[in-house]
Nanobody
């Protein structure tokens, strides 16, 4: 059974940093590209980032480019999202997913996500 468990969210002041983690199990992690997707209160899902299976290729939404960095440790079956220079508009529930890019219309997260709140 595929399991994805996010952690590392919390309350942080604007300009602060957080590092999210996603522990994966139930599949051969290194064989799959992984993505981060977020959902802000009252808004739809927003693709954040994708990283390829080997970790050598990443892509980011314009809204987070230069501030967020995705990485992975295939030995630990763990995906990361380092978030710096956080803004209030980054407030959202963050999900990791087995996605090669932006989710299709109707895609629903299968994990519980982790809440990130950026506020002073």
């Amino acid at each position: 059974e595929v399991q994805l468990v996010e952690s590392g969210g919390g309350l942080v002041q604007p300009g602060g940093s957080l590092r999210l983690s996603c522990a994966a199990s139930g599949f051969t992690f290194s064989n799959y590209a992984m993505s981060w997707v977020r959902q802000a209160p009252g808004k739809g899902l927003e693709w954040v980032s994708t990283i390829n299976g080997g970790g050598g290729s990443t892509s980011y939404a314009d809204s987070v480019k230069g501030r967020f960095t995705a990485s992975r440790d295939n030995a630990k079956n763990t995906l990361y999202l380092q978030m710096n220079s956080l803004k209030p508009e980054d407030t959202a529930v963050y999900y990791c997913a087995i996605l090669t890019g932006r989710p299709r219309t109707g895609w629903v997260p299968r994990s519980q996500g982790t809440q990130v709140t950026v506020s002073s």
